[in-house]
Structure formats: structure tokens, C-alpha cells
């Protein structure tokens, strides 16, 4: 069995056994193929270019309107929970990207389509 290297240890890779593989290595050999197989287990319920209009509307009105980046994130969270009706969802992100803001859209797209007369 082959086993993926602990590379933060003190002993030199070259006196590891030949059956472990770094995992640096590991992500080269195989990193195309593992994110090809979750691509297919699990695709994507977003792409940019099918962002909502009403949700960019809704954003526009914001009174701190997010940048693109964080608007493409919020319109796939966004599709997650409403296109595809899941009960939540995660979003992560680098600090400073002003997690706790951007997902404050999705809530005014929910009451506006509500409250909406048809």
C-alpha cells in the first residue's frame, strides 16, 4: 500500500520507505485526475457567466455592494440554496474577504421574492 508522506518530520524523504510518496509529489502525479473525479461526483451548480439578474439588482441596492469576487461567490451560494434547495451552505474564504458581509444578500433576494406581487 502506498502512503502519502508526512513532509513536516525531521526524517529526510530519502530515508523514507520507496512506497511513500510526498505529498507534494502525489498532487503532481495525480491532482488532474482527483479533481476530474470530484468535478463528476459532484459538479458545480454555479458558473459565473449564469448569474440571476434579480440577484445582481438585489446586490446593486446594497448599501455596500460587493466586489465582483465576493458578488460571484454570493450568487453561487446563492444557487445552491435557492436554485437547488439545499439548507445551507458554506463559504469560505482568506480573512479580509469579508466573509460575515457577503452573504448578507442572499436573505433580501428571499424576502424580496416573498413579499413579491405577482
Not at 61 to 73: D, T, V, Y
Not at 112 to 117: I, L, M, P, S
Request: charged share 20%; aromatic share 6%; net charge neutral.
Amino acid at each position: 500500500m502506498t502512503t502519502i508522506a508526512n513532509t513536516t518530520t525531521s526524517t529526510p524523504l530519502a530515508t523514507q520507505p520507496t512506497s511513500v510518496i510526498a505529498l507534494a509529489e502525489f498532487v503532481k502525479d495525480f491532482g488532474t485526475a482527483l479533481r476530474a473525479a470530484v468535478d463528476q461526483q459532484n459538479p458545480p451548480v454555479f458558473h459565473p457567466e449564469d448569474t440571476c439578474p434579480l440577484r445582481d439588482a438585489v446586490m446593486d441596492g446594497l448599501l455596500r455592494a460587493p466586489f465582483p469576487a465576493q458578488r460571484e461567490a454570493v450568487q453561487a451560494l446563492a444557487a445552491l440554496l435557492f436554485d437547488h434547495a439545499e439548507k445551507a451552505a458554506v463559504m469560505n474564504g482568506e480573512m479580509g474577504w469579508a466573509k460575515p458581509k457577503s452573504p448578507s444578500a442572499p436573505p433580501q433576494w428571499h424576502r424580496r421574492k416573498a413579499t413579491r406581487v405577482p
